[in-house]
T-cell receptor, first 112, second 114 residues
């Protein structure tokens, strides 16, 4: 399973665009990149998933360069309710016991 | 449709006791995974069940076990509880195995071991 590295924390203000980058140098050919969001005292919630190039949904965009060794989650015009921990996951090998390693995530604080 | 439900939501146990946590997945989901979340270690994968069979297991001691029933409901058991087992235990269900399937998490069971 590819190990991921994310910033521990980030600060932003309401209305700004936030970009959180995740490094995954050992990503395998079949691996997908998935991002989850977690609010305090709740379970994580799926945000977006991609394999290459760019993926966009109603919540966020995911940018993946050609070498796939990193990915960037982009949150447009954040609000206070986007304050949460964001996790980047990489992998899809069902035989791996660590296939769903969330890591420590990035704690995003949005200020008024 | 109804989300993932976990019972109980809060639990206080004493060292040496054992505990059983329950998870009911979203209707139609056949995969159930369990996670342990602590402030120091973050969110760690315990195991995954699919069609009543354990498919994956994380790096946890044998005191942590689980099972899945024919209706996809799952239970997790921790025997001989230790103080370090105090954590939020999360259950997630999905249609199938692998990260390509979106995981839906329950609210968790907060276990405190004294």
């Amino acid at each position: 399973l590819a190990k991921t590295t994310q910033p521990i924390s980030m600060d932003s203000y309401e209305g700004q665009e936030v970009n959180i980058t995740c490094s995954h140098n050992n990503i395998a050919t079949n691996d997908y990149i998935t991002w989850y969001q977690q609010f305090p005292s709740q379970g994580p919630r799926f945000i977006i998933q991609g394999y290459k190039t760019k993926v966009t949904n109603e919540v966020a965009s995911l940018f993946i360069p050609a070498d796939r060794k990193s990915s960037t989650l982009s949150l447009p015009r954040v609000s206070l309710s986007d304050t949460a921990v964001y996790y980047c996951l990489v992998g899809d090998d069902p035989s791996s016991g660590d296939k769903l390693t969330f890591g420590t995530g990035t704690r995003l604080a949005v200020r008024p | 449709k109804a989300g993932v439900t976990q019972t109980p939501r809060y639990l206080i146990k004493t060292r040496g006791q054992q505990v059983t946590l329950s998870c009911s997945p979203i209707s139609g989901h056949r995969s159930v995974s369990w996670y342990q979340q602590t402030p120091g270690q973050g969110l760690q994968f315990l195991f995954e069940y699919f069609s009543e069979t354990q498919r994956n297991k994380g790096n946890f001691p044998g005191r942590f076990s689980g099972r899945q029933f024919s209706n996809s409901r799952s239970e997790m058991n921790v025997s001989t509880l230790e103080l370090g087992d105090s954590a939020l235990y999360l259950c997630a269900s999905s249609l199938g195995q692998g990260l390509t399937y979106e995981q839906y998490f329950g609210p968790g069971t907060r276990l405190t071991v004294t």
